[in-house]
């Protein structure tokens, strides 16, 4: 590898990083967040197996989405960006029919997700323009 081949991989790999630590903190919280409301909401008593395979299930799409951009970015990062932005389904299908969606509410909802929301944009994005910064060849240099 050349030096300017190695200077032009170094912020790509620094990017993926960053977004690979960004994926698994995006899919841990929808994990611990998400999951376990649901199962009880389900009726599942907590501890018995029913109730950990509902978690892993309401989980897997976040955790695959995390799995395919640490090995593929460009499939990976569409992967959580579609994910993402099919979060307010996921959430809002979690939700008691029962419950009152009142202004409160919905602020509340939108202040506790939009963070997490972000993040996972966030991730998907440096993980698309890290694929990009790594598939561009580098610029030849001088030869004078």
Same mark, same amino acid.
């Given at each position: 590898?050349?030096g300017?081949?190695? &200077?032009?991989?170094?912020p &790509?790999?620094? /990017?993926?990083? $960053?977004?690979?630590?960004?994926? $698994?903190?995006w ?8 999951a376990?409301?649901? &199962? ?5 008593e ?8 509902t978690?892993?299930? /309401? ?6 989405? &995390?799995a395919?951009a ?9 992967? /959580? ?15 008691p029919?029962?419950?009152?969606w009142s202004?409160?509410?919905m602020v509340?909802?939108?202040?506790? +997700? ?12 440096l993980? /698309? $323009? +890290?694929?990009?910064? +790594?598939?561009?060849p580098?610029t ?5």
């Amino acid at each position: 590898m050349t030096g300017a081949q190695e &200077a032009t991989d170094r912020p &790509a790999k620094w /990017l993926r990083r $960053v977004a690979r630590v960004l994926a $698994v903190i995006w899919a841990g919280y929808w994990t611990f967040w998400l999951a376990p409301p649901t &199962a009880e909401f389900l009726g599942l008593e907590e501890y018995t197996l029913p109730y950990y395979l509902t978690i892993a299930i /309401l989980a897997l799409p976040f955790w695959v989405a &995390a799995a395919i951009a640490w090995r593929r970015e460009s499939v990976g990062g569409v992967a /959580l960006l579609v994910a993402t932005f099919l979060l307010p389904w996921l959430v809002t299908a979690s939700l008691p029919s029962y419950h009152y969606w009142s202004l409160g509410f919905m602020v509340i909802w939108v202040l506790l +997700s939009l963070p997490i929301f972000v993040l996972g944009c966030f991730a998907g994005s440096l993980f /698309l $323009v +890290s694929w990009r910064r +790594s598939r561009t060849p580098a610029t030849p240099e001088a030869t004078e």
